[in-house]
C-alpha cells in the first residue's frame, strides 16, 4: 500500500465536496466515504443518511474527522470556525485548549490531538496537513515571483469583468509561468509532498498545459476572494469569509448539526476496498481521487469487487487526478456523469477528471 498515506496529510480541502453533496439523494440509507480531512465527509450529512461508514488508510485523517464531527455537534458555527482557524474571529489558545478538553473523543484521537495542538501553542490546526503546508509555500512562491501587490489586487476585484481584464493585463506574465513551470509537475511535488508516491500521470497532456488550464479554469467560476481553493494556492491562507469550503457554509452547517441527531457514524482504518465488503449495501461510495493510485489487476477489477456490496441503483464518484485507471472493468455500471454537469462545472477546485457511475440492478 502507498506508504505517503499513513500521516497526516490533508487538514482542510483539496476536493470541493459540493459535488458530493450534490449527488447524494436525500436521506439515503449508507454512505462510505474516503476520510481525507474530513471535510470531504461532514457536508454529507446535509443530505441526512441513516449511516456513513467514514474510511481511511490514515489514522490521523480519521482522527480529524471525528474532531470535525464533534466540533460540528458541540459548537455553534462562529465558534466552530474560529476553533479550526477560519476567519474572522480568532480563538485565543486557551479558550481552543478550553473547548477541546469538553470534547467527547475516543482516547487516542484525544491524545492524538493533545500533542498536535501543544506542538502548535493551541493554534488552529486547518493548515496543518502536509498537504496545505506544500500549498502555503506554493502561494509564497507566486507571490515572490509574481509580485505580492499584483496577487492582492486580485483578491480585490469584486466581479467577473472585473477580474477578467485584471488578469489579462497584469497577471499571466513571466512570473506566473515561471511558477506553474517550476512547481507543477511530479518531480516538486515527489520532492516536497508525496516522497516518490506523487500519481503516475496517464493522462495525455503536459504538466504545464495541466496546470495552467486547470488555473484558469478556477479563475473563470467566480471572484477569487470567493473560492478558497485558488486562496490556498495565491495566499497559503482563507482570509474572506465569502471564500470557505462547503463545510462553513451556514446552511450546511445548520443541516449538518441537525442530522447529526439521528446520522449514524463509523469509523474504519484500512483500504476503502476491503471495507466495501464489509458494510454492504451501499448507495453511495465517495472514492476521492484513491482509483488513480490503483496499479495493476487491482485498476481492472476494483469496481467489480466492490459491486456485489452497493445497492440496487447505487452511485459511485470518482474523481481522477492525473490519472485514469487503465481497462478498468465498468460492466454493470452506467455512466451517469452527465447528469451532474453543471456540478462539475462549478466544482471549486477544477483539478479532477470527475465520474459518476450508478449500479445496474
Ligand atoms: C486520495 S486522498 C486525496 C488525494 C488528493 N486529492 C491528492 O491530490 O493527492 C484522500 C484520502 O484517501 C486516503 N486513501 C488513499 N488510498 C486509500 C485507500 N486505498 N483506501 C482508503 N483510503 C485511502 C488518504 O489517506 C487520504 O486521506
Not at 460540528?72 to 489558545?93: A, K, T, V
Not at 469538553?102 to 484525544?110: C, D, I, R, W
Not at 440496487?312 to 470518482?318: E, H, I, K, N
Amino acid at each position: 500500500m502507498n506508504a505517503y498515506f499513513n500521516e497526516l496529510n490533508y487538514s482542510l480541502a483539496n476536493e470541493d465536496t459540493s459535488l458530493e453533496v450534490n449527488v447524494l439523494p436525500d436521506q439515503s440509507k449508507h454512505v462510505l466515504v474516503a476520510a481525507g480531512s474530513g471535510s470531504r465527509v461532514t457536508p454529507l450529512l446535509a443530505k441526512n443518511p441513516e449511516h456513513i461508514t467514514v474510511v481511511d488508510l490514515a489514522k490521523q485523517q480519521l482522527y480529524l474527522t471525528q474532531l470535525r464531527v464533534e466540533t460540528i455537534r458541540n459548537f455553534q458555527r462562529d465558534e466552530f470556525l474560529s476553533f479550526w482557524g477560519y476567519p474572522s474571529r480568532e480563538m485565543n489558545p486557551e479558550t481552543r485548549k478550553k473547548y477541546f478538553m469538553e470534547l467527547n473523543l475516543e482516547a487516542e484521537a484525544k491524545e492524538y490531538f493533545i500533542n498536535l495542538f501543544d506542538s502548535h501553542n493551541w493554534q488552529g490546526i486547518v493548515y496543518n496537513g502536509k498537504w496545505e503546508k506544500t500549498f502555503n509555500f506554493i502561494s509564497r512562491v507566486f507571490q515572490l515571483l509574481i509580485g505580492k501587490n499584483k496577487i492582492d489586487q486580485l483578491f480585490q476585484c469584486r466581479n467577473m469583468e472585473e477580474q477578467q481584464q485584471y488578469l489579462q493585463s497584469n497577471f499571466y506574465g513571466l512570473g506566473y509561468r515561471l511558477t506553474v513551470g517550476l512547481l507543477g509537475n511530479a518531480k516538486f511535488f515527489n520532492t516536497f509532498l508525496y516522497k516518490g508516491h506523487f500519481v503516475k500521470k496517464n493522462m495525455p497532456i503536459g504538466y504545464y498545459d495541466f496546470y495552467n488550464s486547470t488555473f484558469r479554469k478556477v479563475l473563470s467560476l467566480c471572484p477569487a476572494r470567493e473560492n478558497y481553493f485558488i486562496n490556498l494556492i495565491l495566499r497559503g491562507t482563507l482570509d474572506f469569509p465569502e471564500g470557505l469550503p462547503i463545510e462553513c457554509d451556514e446552511d450546511v452547517f445548520h443541516k449538518t448539526k441537525q442530522a447529526l441527531n439521528t446520522t449514524t457514524i463509523s469509523y474504519e482504518l484500512g483500504n476503502i476496498l476491503d471495507v466495501a465488503q464489509k458494510v454492504p449495501p451501499i448507495d453511495l461510495i465517495s472514492f476521492s481521487d484513491v482509483p488513480s493510485y490503483f496499479s495493476g489487476d487491482i485498476e481492472k477489477s476494483y469496481l467489480q469487487k466492490i459491486r456485489p456490496y452497493i445497492a440496487a441503483d447505487g452511485l459511485v464518484t470518482l474523481r481522477y487526478y492525473l490519472r485514469i485507471p487503465e481497462n478498468t472493468d465498468k460492466n454493470g455500471f452506467d455512466d451517469v456523469t452527465s447528469d451532474y454537469a453543471t456540478a462539475i462545472a462549478k466544482e471549486k477546485t477544477q483539478s479532477y477528471n470527475i465520474e459518476i457511475l450508478k449500479k445496474i440492478a
